[in-house]
């Protein structure tokens, strides 16, 4: 049962926590966690959190890919947006952003508002490799 709704602190502590998960170990061969993965990490963050959560966890995966898919676009292929790593928010200037919500009005979440950590989706969702730095060994 699903006893609260997801927060940015809890989603921000589920990704930290697949950080973690694949720092040990706990994905596939191509990099990936997998379903059973996924449920063991969510019994962690059930014990760190108010309103604990069910295995629909990976709703919020399918979640984390298309916020990556959204900032990847960002980084990648739109020229005037930067990733600002310390307020973890894209910058541009005021003209950038509105050209650019003007055909992609849902990416306006990204506009001035810190969001989720990009390396951190890069490295569950993007097939990025986990630096190691920062992150915490959670299980034995």
């Not at 014990?47 to 960002?74: E, T, V």
Request: hydrophobic share 40%; net charge positive; glycine share 6%.
């Amino acid at each position: 049962m699903n006893l609260g709704p997801w927060t940015m602190d809890n989603t921000n502590e589920l990704l930290h926590l697949l950080v973690d998960a694949i720092n040990i170990g706990l994905c596939d061969a191509n990099g990936s966690l997998s379903k059973q993965n996924v449920e063991r990490v969510v019994r962690h963050l059930n014990a760190k959190i108010r309103f604990p959560k069910n295995n629909h966890c990976l709703s919020r995966m399918k979640w984390f890919k298309k916020q990556y898919n959204k900032m990847s676009m960002l980084m990648c292929n739109i020229s005037g947006f930067e990733w600002y790593l310390i307020a973890k928010t894209f910058i541009a200037s005021d003209e950038v952003w509105k050209d650019y919500l003007k055909s992609h009005p849902s990416y306006s979440i990204l506009w001035e508002k810190s969001v989720v950590d990009y390396e951190d989706l890069k490295i569950i969702v993007g097939g990025g490799i986990a630096p190691g730095n920062g992150s915490i060994a959670l299980w034995p």
